[in-house]
């Protein structure tokens, strides 16, 4: 599933649609959004290298991480640095995000960071018009005016909101859309009500996740799935999700915290359930008793239950570990007392 | 002429350094670090054992220190007693005390809220650019400096400084967080857990969480109070900044006159 969310990234779109944009979501609860936009981006960033991709370029908006980092991480993953140079642009949001830099003095005696070609300084995080127009511009500097795409990742999209409403970022998404390839922003949840973790659950779940995918095709049709996800010391892995994590693809069912379906195995125990007044009896006469006879297989009562008078006859099997119900009725002999309350035994 | 007596060999690193991956000596192996206490529990100690390693011979360290909660007569006093003079090292160019105990620094208050905005915007820069002198000042040509901390102490007083402004406070720490990567610097911030009504702040502590590499939590023991114990501590190593946890610690401390005692549970009789 992982691989065909690569694939729709790299094929991009047909002229006259919107580029296919994935949008990544977690939480502190399961913190992997990075990795997983990491994944995703190194991926892209190697088929654009390549030439197997629609995009011929890549610009990069990087708002929660370094530049460095990602070309770090790029360089680590495999692509050529060469490369990295030609088809990759960052927008560096992340060093000075509101031009406090230019205007303070400069720092004099101490080394500043060298800068590379590929990076561009961008220093009002606030004006989405003009974050636009300045990754257009990053984007059609090196694939031309001409109807070549290049594709968009935006790290983060949580540290935008900070400093712009929801309608804007989301009118800048979709403007990006109109414009390249395809899109790859990642949000980042945070927990609107910070309770007391639990450190030793996120110890045990911290290395794996579940990836839920809601994918929406061309013809309207959504489809949820989901695969397991794996951290370790290479990267992200995904994988079939196993039976005992086995996830209910239905796109109708609500989100709620208890499991609406059966499983196979309650769907059995279901059906071994003896309903009382269906399965009466294993077939052999039912005696009642009341009390005033003795039990015999030989006496027989007109208001016995004869098995060949029920109604209804199942194959349920029978519960040979019945309880039982002794009644004894009180003899007709005694006579209650005309002032005597028979409820006077009666301890409430 | 006698010689001079030898060194003291270098004292073993404590649970707390050993949880950290300090050592003996050099610059930690994270960036940020974020320090949360409660009221119960003060993690004010933490910094100190932060600013005494810094500051110490084996290390070649230099300090930035925001002075917020308390005046920097009181940190001299507590460092005395463990065993380092801040005078000493701050006239010796290795630690700079940026005091900030008035809340002074976003200068005037503006009612209407575009130019306070403009004011508290402009404030945060002003501090930005005082802690960016004093990491020039640290790295003069007299004194290279090894690597530098930056400590805020702490952001509770920057919120209010801010009068509640999440998302300055947040630009401010966006600023100080540049810092760790390009000019090598190390931050360390500590928080209150529990002093947070709205839930804006709530989710700024989340978003701490998120960006730091190691989470240092000092909170009451779980059993009520005792005379030997005054703490549980539990400290999360990440992977990185909003990775997994790879490695949990959990122990426990007690605060003494010169210093901090760590331990595991169990192991005090």
Redesign the interface.
């Known amino acids: 599933m992982a691989e065909s969310i690569s694939r729709s990234l790299r094929d991009g779109c047909l002229e006259g649609e919107h580029a296919p944009a994935l949008t990544i979501e977690d939480s502190?609860a399961s913190?992997?959004?990075?990795?997983v936009f990491d994944h995703f981006l190194a991926n892209l960033a190697s088929q654009i290298a390549d030439g197997t991709s629609q995009a011929r370029g890549l610009v990069l908006v990087a708002l929660?991480?370094?530049p460095?980092?990602y070309i770090d991480l790029l360089r680590r993953k495999g692509v050529d640095a060469s490369l990295v140079d030609k088809w990759v642009r960052i927008l560096d949001c992340?060093?000075?995000?509101?031009g406090?830099k230019d205007?303070?003095?400069p720092?004099?005696?101490?080394q500043?960071?060298s800068t590379r070609e590929n990076v561009s300084f961008f220093r009002d995080v606030r004006d989405i018009n003009k974050l636009l127009s300045s990754v257009l511009d990053l984007g059609k500097g090196f694939v031309g005016q001409g109807k070549t795409r290049f594709a968009v990742a935006v790290d983060l999209v949580s540290?935008l909101l900070?400093?712009t409403s929801l309608p804007s970022v989301a009118g800048l998404l979709n403007n990006l859309r109109s414009n390249v390839a395809s899109v790859q922003p990642i949000m980042?949840l945070?927990?609107?009500?910070?309770s007391r973790r639990d450190?030793?659950w996120?110890?045990k779940n911290?290395?794996k996740a579940k990836f839920c995918v809601r994918l929406k095709r061309r013809n309207g049709r959504v489809k949820l799935l989901a695969e397991e996800l794996h951290?370790d010391q290479v990267g992200v892995k995904f994988a079939a999700v196993t039976s005992e994590n086995s996830f209910v693809n239905k796109s109708l069912l609500p989100k709620v915290q208890f499991n609406l379906q059966l499983s196979d195995q309650e769907r059995v125990d279901r059906a071994k359930v003896v309903l009382p007044y269906e399965h009466q009896g294993n077939g052999e006469a039912i005696q009642i008793y009341d009390g005033r006879r003795s039990l015999s297989d030989d006496q027989k009562d007109p208001h016995l239950v004869q098995p060949s008078t029920l109604s209804a006859m199942t194959d349920a099997q029978a519960n040979s570990g019945n309880g039982e119900i002794h009644y004894i009725r009180d003899s007709d002999d005694e006579q209650p007392d005309s002032d005597e309350d028979p409820d006077d035994d009666l301890d409430f | 002429m006698n010689p001079s007596p030898p060194p003291p060999p270098p004292r073993d690193p404590d649970l707390l350094e050993e949880a950290l991956g300090l050592g003996r000596g050099g610059s930690p192996p994270w960036r940020l670090a974020f320090v949360e206490d409660c009221v119960e529990t003060s993690g004010a100690f933490v910094l100190h054992h932060f600013l005494k390693r810094a500051l110490s011979t084996e290390g070649d360290g230099t300090v930035v220190f925001l002075g917020l909660a308390q005046p920097f007569s009181h940190y001299d006093r507590v460092l005395r007693k463990m065993g380092c003079n801040l005078s000493v090292q701050r006239n010796k160019n290795k630690l700079h005390f940026i005091d900030l105990l008035n809340l002074e620094f976003l200068g005037e208050q503006k009612l209407s809220n575009e130019k306070g905005e403009n004011d508290r915007?402009i404030g945060f820069?002003d501090l930005?650019?005082r802690i960016?002198r004093s990491?020039?000042a640290i790295?003069?040509?007299d004194n290279n400096g090894g690597w530098t901390t930056i400590i805020i102490d702490d952001l509770s007083h920057l919120e209010i400084a801010a009068h509640g402004s999440v998302?300055h406070v947040?630009?401010f720490l966006?600023?100080c967080r540049?810092l760790t990567?390009?000019?090598d610097c190390f931050l360390v911030i500590l928080n209150h857990e529990d002093i947070h009504s709205s839930?804006e702040a709530?989710?700024m502590?989340?978003?701490l969480?998120?960006i730091s590499d190691i989470l240092i939590k000092a909170e009451t023991l779980s059993t009520g109070i005792a005379a030997d114990v005054h703490g549980q501590m539990?400290v999360?190593i990440k992977d990185?900044?909003?990775?997994?946890?790879k490695?949990?610690h959990?122990f426990q401390f007690k605060v003494k006159e010169n210093g901090v005692e760590f331990f595991y549970p169990g192991s005090r009789f």
């Not at chain 2, 990185?240 to 946890?245: E, H, Q, S, T, V």
Request: hydrophobic share 30%; glycine share 4%.
């Open positions: 502190l913190p992997l959004g990075s990795h929660n991480r370094s460095s980092f992340y060093s000075d995000p509101l406090w205007r303070i003095p720092l004099t005696n101490v500043k960071p540290n900070r400093h980042q945070t927990d609107e009500h910070r450190f030793l996120l110890e911290s290395c951290m | 915007e820069m930005y650019n960016l990491i020039e790295r003069s040509k998302k947040l630009d966006q600023y540049s990567s390009e000019m839930d709530l989710q502590l989340s978003h969480d998120y539990t999360v990185a900044p909003g990775g997994l946890i490695k949990l959990s």
